[in-house]
């Protein structure tokens, strides 16, 4: 795979072919029912498509970004009035069980599907996807060299990319700089862990209703695990080691984890074993939290002065490392088409125009500027509105995204890539059962030591899949 991976990793999933489609099977079995279940769980259904016409089946994530392309949705239709569009919208981790069982055993039900850099570049390997590249290639304007060059990394298979990004994050620090100085508080620009829990306990303030910080706790791979896979990092943990023996229950871990379960169990929100980015960015938006550590992204939300109490009101810092160890991760959701689909430039022609340059510029005259799908392209940091609007949090965005190495993401060597995530196929599984072990953790059901020896044996059971291939 095109990703910057060891030979010792290639070398353990070269006959694995098999194994990836069954991993991908397993870590989708939680969402098997929805699978079958299709909309009535929940899928918010759009523009059936009438009796004429070539209808796009699109799967997609239910985040406020999504959802204004939905809203928007018919201007493409407009513009290609013989195409009908039919939105399949869930929440993050159904969408993923859905996408996934569908794809991974070409179930061809979707002619686009919202998906990230973890699975595109397996997902390109194993066959699954279209080769977006000759689309690319003929679409006048498109502009693919101004999506950020991480991104297109992380989005390519042997140099062509088989989805393009929708946005693009990192992660860093959020606080009310307000509140900040009220109390007399200075935040650094680059705050260590211990730094932010120290703020934490000063502006935690449970009579009036505020947290001192909010984090995820709600289980997860792409939920509590996001964050606290780059607290891991920072402290200088791994899940693995170059030999596939599992790391969970080493120091370096057992204190990231405990220091991340410390601070929520005492600071943070209420219901924080349920909460995840939606949660958190209710509760910060609301006034109901100092400060709150999750992805670049979340600025659509809380810069949003129509839904968020807060907008400019806030302050950004990098994200909390420790001991200068890295800790931001790289996330991109993105669109690509399944290789099942029977109406490959139709799909192509909507994926176009929800990741393009005008795109960008009709969210921000139509919804506001703020609603602008951040860490994409270059070009819309450069659009004099958005420009202005962004000034306080668009350079870090950047800066962060920029600085993140997902080939290297740890301090001492592993055999996997992926900051915030390990992209191997098994980790959609392996992820969603550790990240519950974790959330046990935080709602106090088990002790972090607990928690982290059994995420151990999940992880060794994994590793040994490796070790023996």
């Known amino acids: 795979m095109a990703r910057g991976r060891d030979t010792g990793l290639t070398a353990a999933r070269t006959p694995a072919s098999p194994l990836s489609r069954r991993a ?35 799967a997609i994530v239910s985040n406020s970004q999504m959802q204004d392309a939905i809203s928007l949705s018919h201007l493409f239709e407009q513009q290609h ?5 039919s939105f399949v919208s869930l929440p993050e981790n159904e969408a993923r069980a859905k996408i996934t069982a569908d794809v991974s055993t070409k179930g061809g039900e979707f002619d686009v599907v919202m998906i990230s850099n973890y699975e595109t570049p397996m997902w390109a390997a194993n066959g699954w996807l279209v080769n977006l590249q000759p689309y690319i290639n003929a679409t006048p304007g498109y502009d693919a060299g101004d999506f950020l060059p991480q991104l297109r990394a992380t989005l390519s298979h ?9 946005y693009g994050e990192s992660s860093f620090l959020m606080y009310r700089k307000d509140l900040m100085a ?14 932010v829990e120290k703020i934490a306990a000063q502006m935690h303030n449970a009579k009036k209703g505020r947290a001192g910080i909010c984090l995820r706790g709600d289980p997860g791979w792409g939920e509590n695990l996001a964050p606290m896979n780059t607290v891991i990092n920072s ?17 370096e871990v057992t204190r990231a984890v405990s220091t991340y379960v410390s601070v929520l169990q005492k600071y943070g929100e209420p219901g924080a074993p349920q909460a995840g ?27 949003d002065p129509q839904s968020s109490k807060v907008a400019g009101r806030n302050g950004y810092a990098w994200a909390p490392s420790q001991d200068g160890h890295p800790a931001g991760w790289l996330y991109t959701w993105s669109l690509a088409i399944p290789a099942t ?11 176009a125009w929800m990741t393009s340059k005008s795109y960008i510029r009709t969210v921000g005259s139509k919804l506001g500027w703020s609603h602008v799908p951040p860490g994409s392209r270059f070009s819309s940091y450069q659009i004099p509105q958005y420009k202005k609007l962004s000034a306080v949090y668009g350079p870090l965005t950047l800066q962060s995204i920029n600085a993140t190495n997902s080939a290297h993401p740890t301090v001492k060597p592993v055999p ?18 550790v990240s519950q072990q974790f959330s046990a953790a935080i709602a106090g059901q088990q002790s972090v030591g607990s928690a982290l020896s059994q995420a151990q044996q999940y992880a060794q059971v994994v590793g040994d899949t490796y070790r023996n291939a």
Request: proline share 6%; net charge negative.
């Open 341 to 351: 689909s029977p109406h490959k430039q139709a799909a192509w022609d909507f994926v």
């Open 81 to 85: 009035p013989g195409i009908h569009l």
């Open 182 to 195: 009220q109390a007399g508080i200075k935040m650094p620009a680059r705050p260590t862990w211990t730094q």
């Open 277 to 303: 980015f939606s949660e958190c960015a209710t509760l910060y938006g609301q006034g109901d939290a100092a400060m709150w550590y999750d992805a670049t992204s979340a600025v659509s939300v809380i810069e």
């Open 158 to 166: 042997k140099g062509d990319l088989y989805s393009v990004p929708f």
């Open 24 to 58: 991908f099977l397993a870590g989708a079995s939680g969402g098997a029912a929805l699978a079958l279940a299709g909309c009535a769980t929940g899928a918010k259904q759009l523009f059936s498509g009438g009796n004429s016409g070539t209808t796009i089946t699109v």
């Open 235 to 251: 402290f200088g943990g791994r899940w693995f080691t170059p030999a596939w023996q599992a790391q969970l229950t080493s120091p």
């Open 416 to 433: 996997y890539t992926g900051v915030q995530f390990l992209d191997i196929p098994e980790f959609q599984d392996l992820g969603t059962t």
